[in-house]
Structure formats: structure tokens, C-alpha cells
């Protein structure tokens, strides 16, 4: 099968699994907060917050397995891509060790003021196993690349929509069984060491070259993996601690069923995120194979395209939230559910975080070329100012949950939105950068221009009426006639191309 088909299959079954993911949030969600009631549900969400900061202990490491798997493979050196393997599986062992460990020691001595929600000794069970759950998942993040540096993403998303489907039926029968936290808790441990476990087999399909020993583990490959993740480590140091200090200050300073107002939207961002992850977040190899060979102009013309179908995607999926979030909430929810609040926040929230996909291809540039320096400062100053307005938003002031959305997405804007591509101009050294730059943030126009157009009807009911589909009728004219007018000749003929991939000749016209 040629790189254009795996990529393209690999593509739409990521979509597929972000769509399956999505659609499983939609029916959970509502079932935990009816079933938990909405402040047992918010200590779950902060407990889960808690424990996904041990993803920290990854220290970076899972960026640079990927990026020295598919630079090995891709320069067809097998001794050297079963050194990494190898090297990287002894680190991850340790971690998940190390992880079990401070989860071990922080369940029996912290003890939180639970207000009677769970018992103490139930929470910290809970605590436990929501911790092993994730040490679990860090021997297989030594294979982390195979299946990307052979294009089989779609073998990672068909045992990934497998698995989410059959733990999701367990998940609603517990819950209508009458079963809380620590029920949940434990499905949460035993999925993610069968998860684990098929994340090793298809590593081991891929590659059928891979070969374990640890007399492959290698200091100088020890010291590359370290050399690059030390810089990854502080990125993704900075990711965990934006995607959760925002609720440990709602948690803290407002209230757990503020909490679970604010998670709402929080989510479908998240889901949001999640599928256009899936769907384009495929380019490391790409960029790395292009890296290898010196091809400056290639680089140039995938990171221009990549970068003008992210900011595409970017602009509609701020459309779509703009048009319906408010009646996603509401029919989702309830009318007794506070889907205003949560509405404003999607909004607030979305324009920051959704835009990380649209500088998506710098940074993958910025992996593929190892030069973290610049993330790692822009991300410094980002956590900060996020931090530095929470405690004066929420601390000091007093204010609701509407300012830590702002607190969000304003360091987002100013750091990553509109910096970064300007800050990536030297290292990147490719020629033409200021058009490139342009050209990839011109699709922006299109969410402004259908803001317009929403503020001209001036809609808020949350209902789906005739004054909405209406709305929403005009928009997609405007959205395709302003595609087809703005689009690049090489998108138009990728856009073609897919077209008759898709498409049977018997269904054309």
C-alpha cells in the first residue's frame, strides 16, 4: 500500500476514533452527573486531574523515542532503532515504578476534607488505582513511533475504537447498577493494561525487525533520548499543568459543582481537540523524512499546507461552536443545567485552546529539528501569566469561573497564536517565511466573517429553530463559496485527488 493510502486510511480511522470518543463522552458524561450527583462527579474530575499529573514522570521522553524511531527506521538503521527500544523500555519500567511508588505514598498521606462525599479509606483506593492505571501505560511507550514511522495509525485507532466501546457498555452498566467511584476506578486500571498490551502487539507487528535485549540498552542512546527529551520534558511539564491548574483553582476557590459546570465546556473542547488531533497531527514522519534528506523546498511546501488545513480546521470548529455550542449544552444537559455559564466559557476557551491546532505544524517543525529552546520559553511565560491571572482573578478578587477561561486562553493567544510562528523564522531558515506565514493564517478570515453573520441574526435561544437552521444555511454558503475562492492550487489538487479516492466512479457525476 503507498504512503499517500496509509496516510489517508491512517487519517480517517483516527477521525473515526476521535468520532467514537466524542460520541462516548456525549452519552457518559451526563450519565456520571446524574448518577454521581454533580459534586461526587467534580471530586472525580479534580482525582482525575491529580493523577494525570503523573504524566509528568514522563519527562519528555515519549517525543524523543518517536522522533529517534522514525529518524532510525527511516534511515533503515534496525541495530539502532532496537537500541532506542530497548534503552527506552528499561527508562519507562523505572518510571512506572517510580510513579507507582509516589502514588503509593501520597494515597495514605494526604487526607483531604472530603466533606463526607466518600470515605476516606474508599478515596484512597481510588487514588491508588486511578495511579496505577497510568504507570501501566509507560513500558509501552518504548514502542511510541513504530506504528507513525511505518504510517499504521489506523492499526493504533481500530484497537483504541475497540477497546473504548466495550469499556464504555461496562461503564453504564456499573453505573446503573448503582456502582460509584471506586467501581469506575478499577474498569479504569483493567482497560488500561489491556490497552497496554495491544499497544506492545502492534509494535511488534509493524516492526517485524524489533528485537529486545538488555544488552541492546546503550548509554550514548540513553544520553540522546535524555539531551532531547530534557527540553520536551518542560513542554509537556507546561501542557499538564494548563489542561489542569484552571480546575484545581475553580476546585479551590469556587466549588466542585463549579467544577462540573466548567468541565462541560472544558470537554468539548477536548473532544473537539482530540479529533482534529486524530485527523491531522500526522506529519512528525513527514517532516523528519524530509529533514533527513535536506529538502528545504519539500519542508516548505508540507509545512505551508499542513499548516493552511490546520487553520482551516481551526476557523470551523470555532464556527460550530459559535452556531450550536449553546444547544449542544442544553439538549446535552438539561434546561436545569447552567448551559449559559457553560456556553460563555466553550466560547472564551475554545478561541485560545483550538488554537494550538492552527501553529500545530511550527512546533511538530520545531520536534522534527530538535530545537525546543523556543517552546520552552514561550511555554514558560504562557504558565505563568495563565497562574499569575487565576490567583488574581480567583484568589485575590473573587471573581467566577468566566475569568478563568480568561485566564486560559489569553496567554494561549499571545504566546502561541501569535508569536510563535514569528519566533520560528531563524531556526527554521526556509525561504519566503513572511508569505508563508500569511498564507497559513489567512483561513482565520473565515471564522470572523461568520461571526459577523451570527451577531446579524442575534440568536441566543438554545433551541434549534427556523431563525438557527436559517443561520446556519447561510454560513455554509458563505464557508464553501469562501474555500473555493481562497484555496492554493495544491490544495485544490489534494482536495481532487482525495475526491476520487473516495468517491466510486459508479456514484460520480
Known amino acids: 500500500m503507498s504512503q499517500f493510502k496509509l496516510l489517508l486510511r491512517g487519517s480517517a480511522l483516527r477521525t473515526v476514533e476521535a468520532i467514537v470518543a466524542i460520541v462516548v463522552g456525549l452519552i457518559t458524561l451526563p450519565l456520571m452527573n446524574s448518577h454521581l450527583g454533580a459534586e461526587l462527579?467534580?471530586?472525580?474530575?479534580?482525582?482525575?486531574?491529580?493523577?494525570?499529573?503523573?504524566?509528568?514522570?514522563?519527562?519528555?521522553?515519549?517525543?524523543?523515542?518517536?522522533?529517534?524511531?522514525?529518524?532510525?527506521?527511516?534511515q533503515k538503521d534496525h541495530l539502532n532503532t532496537n537500541r532506542v527500544i530497548s534503552t527506552a523500555l528499561l527508562i519507562y519500567s523505572s518510571l512506572a515504578l517510580l510513579i507507582a511508588i509516589v502514588v503509593m505514598a501520597a494515597a495514605f498521606f494526604y487526607k483531604p476534607n472530603l466533606n463526607g462525599l466518600v470515605d476516606p479509606n474508599e478515596f484512597r483506593w481510588i487514588l491508588i488505582l486511578s495511579g496505577l492505571a497510568i504507570a501501566l501505560e509507560f513500558p509501552s511507550k518504548a514502542f511510541a513511533g513504530l506504528a507513525q514511522a511505518h504510517f499504521r495509525h489506523d492499526l493504533v485507532a481500530l484497537y483504541k475504537i475497540f477497546f473504548r466501546v466495550i469499556s464504555t457498555v461496562v461503564l453504564v452498566v456499573l453505573l446503573y447498577m448503582g456502582y460509584k467511584v471506586l467501581a469506575i476506578a478499577i474498569l479504569n486500571l483493567i482497560f488500561s493494561l489491556i490497552s497496554t498490551l495491544a499497544f506492545?502487539?502492534?509494535?511488534?507487528?509493524?516492526?517485524?525487525?524489533?528485537?529486545?535485549?538488555?544488552?541492546?540498552?546503550?548509554?550514548?542512546?540513553?544520553?540522546?533520548?535524555?539531551?532531547?527529551?530534557?527540553?520536551?520534558?518542560?513542554?509537556?511539564?507546561?501542557?499538564?499543568?494548563?489542561?489542569?491548574?484552571?480546575?484545581?483553582?475553580?476546585?479551590?476557590?469556587?466549588?466542585?459543582?463549579?467544577?462540573?459546570?466548567?468541565?462541560?465546556?472544558?470537554?468539548?473542547?477536548?473532544?473537539?481537540?482530540?479529533?482534529?488531533?486524530?485527523?491531522?497531527?500526522?506529519?512528525?514522519?513527514?517532516?523528519?523524512?524530509?529533514?533527513?534528506?535536506?529538502?528545504?523546498?519539500?519542508?516548505?511546501?508540507?509545512?505551508?499546507?499542513?499548516?493552511?488545513?490546520?487553520?482551516?480546521?481551526?476557523?470551523?470548529?470555532?464556527?460550530?461552536?459559535?452556531?450550536?455550542?449553546?444547544?449542544?449544552?442544553?439538549?446535552?444537559?438539561?434546561?436545569?443545567?447552567?448551559?449559559?455559564?457553560?456556553?460563555?466559557?466553550?466560547?472564551?476557551?475554545?478561541?485560545?485552546?483550538?488554537?494550538?491546532?492552527?501553529?500545530?505544524?511550527?512546533?511538530?517543525?520545531?520536534?522534527?529539528?530538535?530545537?525546543?529552546?523556543?517552546?520552552?520559553?514561550?511555554?514558560?511565560?504562557?504558565?505563568?501569566?495563565?497562574?499569575?491571572?487565576?490567583?488574581?482573578?480567583?484568589?485575590?478578587?473573587?471573581?467566577?469561573?468566566?475569568?478563568?477561561?480568561?485566564?486560559?486562553?489569553?496567554?494561549?493567544?499571545?504566546f502561541r497564536f501569535l508569536f510563535l510562528p514569528f519566533l520560528c523564522y531563524k531556526p527554521l531558515q526556509l525561504p519566503g517565511y513572511?508569505?508563508?506565514?500569511?498564507?497559513?493564517?489567512?483561513?482565520?478570515?473565515?471564522?470572523?466573517?461568520?461571526?459577523?453573520?451570527?451577531?446579524?441574526?442575534?440568536?441566543?435561544?438554545?433551541?434549534?429553530?427556523?431563525?438557527?437552521?436559517?443561520?446556519?444555511?447561510?454560513?455554509?454558503?458563505?464557508?464553501?463559496?469562501?474555500?473555493l475562492l481562497e484555496s492554493q492550487s495544491r490544495e485544490k489538487s489534494l482536495a481532487k485527488k482525495l475526491f476520487y479516492k473516495i468517491i466510486p466512479p459508479s456514484a460520480r457525476f
Open 434 to 483: 513572511q508569505q508563508l506565514v500569511w498564507l497559513s493564517y489567512r483561513p482565520i478570515f473565515l471564522f470572523l466573517m461568520c461571526a459577523a453573520i451570527h451577531w446579524l441574526f442575534d440568536n441566543s435561544d438554545a433551541h434549534i429553530s427556523y431563525l438557527k437552521i436559517m443561520e446556519t444555511i447561510t454560513i455554509v454558503v458563505v464557508c464553501l463559496i469562501f474555500i
Open 200 to 414: 506492545t502487539l502492534v509494535g511488534r507487528y509493524v516492526y517485524r525487525q524489533m528485537s529486545l535485549s538488555i544488552d541492546l540498552v546503550n548509554r550514548q542512546v540513553f544520553n540522546e533520548l535524555f539531551g532531547y527529551s530534557a527540553w520536551a520534558f518542560i513542554i509537556d511539564l507546561n501542557r499538564v499543568l494548563k489542561s489542569r491548574i484552571d480546575l484545581f483553582f475553580i476546585g479551590a476557590y469556587i466549588s466542585l459543582s463549579a467544577v462540573t459546570t466548567y468541565y462541560v465546556a472544558i470537554r468539548l473542547i477536548d473532544y473537539s481537540a482530540q479529533l482534529l488531533n486524530k485527523m491531522l497531527s500526522i506529519t512528525l514522519p513527514t517532516f523528519t523524512a524530509h529533514l533527513a534528506a535536506d529538502d528545504k523546498k519539500a519542508f516548505r511546501e508540507d509545512l505551508l499546507l499542513f499548516n493552511r488545513i490546520n487553520t482551516y480546521a481551526y476557523a470551523l470548529a470555532l464556527i460550530f461552536f459559535l452556531v450550536f455550542g449553546k444547544s449542544i449544552i442544553f439538549y446535552w444537559l438539561g434546561s436545569d443545567f447552567d448551559f449559559n455559564t457553560a456556553y460563555i466559557i466553550l466560547m472564551i476557551v475554545a478561541v485560545g485552546r483550538i488554537s494550538i491546532v492552527s501553529v500545530d505544524g511550527y512546533i511538530t517543525s520545531l520536534y522534527a529539528k530538535n530545537m525546543h529552546k523556543i517552546m520552552v520559553g514561550s511555554g514558560l511565560a504562557e504558565t505563568a501569566l495563565t497562574a499569575i491571572l487565576l490567583y488574581i482573578f480567583l484568589a485575590k478578587l473573587s471573581y467566577g469561573s468566566l475569568y478563568a477561561a480568561i485566564a486560559i486562553s489569553a496567554p494561549i493567544i499571545i
Open 41 to 74: 462527579y467534580g471530586l472525580w474530575v479534580l482525582i482525575g486531574s491529580v493523577t494525570a499529573m503523573m504524566y509528568i514522570f514522563d519527562m519528555g521522553f515519549a517525543s524523543a523515542v518517536t522522533q529517534k524511531i522514525a529518524y532510525s527506521i527511516g
